[in-house]
């Protein structure tokens, strides 16, 4: 079993920044992919980012290219997301995933096992 626990959200306005955290416990994380997804109130649960167990892979959703980085440090067993440029359509509970299997395609919510209880990021207009 994996635990995650997502930290770093909070309010800040449309062009400011924030740093989220996922920490893993339970087991080592250097064997998964890990992911960020997104819900907004009223809609589905999206795609953010994310990194392929060997830290050699990244995909991101095309809403957030270029602004946000998706990292992670095996060492302390943590995923980060740095969101930069933020814009009020960002606000939602964001969620860490972590999944063993996944050797292809990293964005899809289905194939992840384990989920944080996610962390509420709001931006401000």
């Known amino acids: 079993q994996v635990q995650l626990v997502e930290s770093g959200g909070g309010l800040v306005q449309a062009g400011g920044s924030l740093r989220l955290s996922c920490a893993a416990s339970?087991?080592?994380?250097?064997?998964?992919?890990m992911a960020w997804f997104r819900q907004a109130p009223g809609k589905e649960r999206e795609f953010v980012a994310a990194?392929?167990?060997?830290?050699?892979?990244?995909d991101y959703a095309d809403s957030v290219k270029g602004r946000f980085t998706i990292s992670r440090d095996n060492a302390k067993n943590t995923l980060n997301l740095q969101m930069n440029s933020l814009k009020p359509e960002d606000t939602a509970v964001y969620y860490c995933?972590?999944?063993?299997?996944?050797?292809?395609?990293?964005?899809?919510?289905?194939?992840?096992?384990?989920w944080g209880q996610g962390t509420q990021v709001t931006v401000s207009s």
């Open positions: 995933a972590a999944d063993n299997s996944i050797l292809g395609i990293l964005g899809r919510a289905y194939e992840y096992e384990y």
């Open positions: 339970g087991r080592t994380i250097s064997s998964y992919a």
């Open positions: 990194i392929s167990w060997s830290g050699s892979r990244f």
